[in-house]
């Protein structure tokens, strides 16, 4: 099945493919940049910490209902109402023009994303075979990263023209109109699943059935890589620009190869996951994650940065998969609220790590890019020990069942 197989098949997925593309470009002409804009309009290294720490903290808290929403009242309920908050956010940005109106911006427009994944995981456990449950989500995935390439790039060029205070908040009152034809769109096109998501919302499942064993490892594993992944992450922009004299266009392009890097892997890698089990691409995505801040730390000139963001970017190369595992793994029933609660338990305890972000920033960039290293070093031990597939639980199963 290929992605115009799978798109002719689903109008509901296609209108969702098209909402992602126009809300990430609208998030991410700005959200990249939000760092320097901070620091630009009096906030300290500090602040920007504590906004990535915030965004962990709250999206994992969003990720619950979110997955609740999805599977009592359908994900098309669930979308719309989100992004009607987004687009509150967006506006506290523009009207209020400090920090402080950004951090409370924020708990409303990051609400899309923490609700948008579970919906969408548990379409794509309904549209497509569970054998090939990899490719659905890659195809999500893909066309996600759209934006995540084209967005710094206007949101850089929108900064080069109008400065960093007045570029950002011109990307903002993008990323409010796009939202607001994503309404419509949800509106028109998209099915109501209502019905269907109240039955299944309403069956009670312990945590103990959505937590088998093998999910429980993933998401171990999966916590210590994201440490990895956070620790660095709000500074990488700050690395780039004012340590190593790069410019926001510059950085855009970055973000552009990074995004394109993922999307190259992203359908190939599927394919491969399908055919032969999701857990030996899972461990490669985590090398991904763990090489990115060694090599991080030793760019200097924008060359040696293009090697370090096709590095990031390949850490998407089994991304899609370990989604798919996810929902593998998950009781049929309640899919996105097991979806959710993954993202809840493993986003809060991530926040910690953002938060510590600034400390270790302010010891020293090297500091902050070999503990982030350390975590993903553990991750992939703790995955490679305990972690498994759908495969091979099934395969455990089997005897026992005779």
């Not at 089994?318 to 338990?345: C, V």
Request: no cysteine; charged share 15%; net charge positive.
């Amino acid at each position: 099945m290929n992605i115009g197989d799978f798109l002719k098949r689903n109008k509901t997925m296609v209108a969702m493919v098209v909402m992602v593309i126009l809300v990430g470009l609208g998030e991410k002409m700005a959200e990249r940049f939000l760092p320097l804009y901070i620091l630009a309009i009096g906030g300290s290294t500090w602040v920007v910490g504590g906004l990535n720490a915030m965004d962990n903290l709250l999206s994992a808290l969003y990720s619950l209902p979110g997955g609740y929403a999805a599977d009592k009242i359908g994900f098309k309920r669930s979308l719309f109402l989100f992004t009607v908050l987004a687009m509150g956010g967006y506006l506290i940005v523009i009207l209020f023009r400090s920090w402080q109106a950004v951090l409370v911006g924020a708990v409303f427009f990051i609400s899309w994303t923490a609700v948008s994944l579970p919906a969408v995981m548990s379409l794509v456990s309904k549209a497509v075979p569970k054998e090939r449950r990899a490719l659905g989500v890659s195809i999500h995935s893909f066309f996600r990263r759209i934006p995540m390439a084209l967005g710094p790039i206007i949101g850089g060029l929108l900064i080069g023209a109008y400065g960093t205070k007045n570029g950002v908040l011109v990307a903002f009152g993008a990323a409010f109109i796009m939202a607001g034809f994503s309404l419509f769109l949800i509106q028109r096109y998209m099915d109501n699943d209502a019905g269907e998501g109240k039955d299944r919302g309403s069956q009670k499942i312990s945590f103990k059935d959505m937590f088998n064993p093998a999910l429980r490892s993933l998401l171990a594993s999966d916590i210590l890589i994201r440490f990895a992944e956070q620790i660095p992450y709000a500074f990488v922009v700050v690395w780039a620009v004012n340590s190593n004299g790069l410019t926001a266009l510059q950085f855009g392009v970055l973000t552009t190869i990074e995004m394109v890097t993922a999307m190259l892997v992203y359908i190939p890698v599927a394919n491969l996951s399908d055919k032969y089990g999701k857990k030996r691409f899972v461990l490669i995505t985590f090398g991904f994650f763990t090489a990115f801040p060694v090599v991080l730390l030793f760019s200097h000139s924008f060359p040696m940065f293009v090697v370090a963001f096709i590095i990031r970017g390949l850490k998407e190369f089994g991304e899609p998969t370990r989604k798919a595992l996810i929902m593998d793994l998950a009781p049929e029933a309640a899919k996105a609220r097991t979806f959710g609660l993954y993202y809840l338990i493993r986003d809060v305890i991530v926040s910690i790590a953002a938060l510590s972000s600034a400390a270790l920033w302010n010891i020293a960039p090297a500091v902050n890019f070999l503990v982030a290293a350390g975590f993903g070093v553990a991750g992939i031990i703790v995955f490679a020990i305990f972690g498994k597939d759908l495969t091979m639980v099934s395969a455990q199963k089997a005897p026992a069942s005779k």
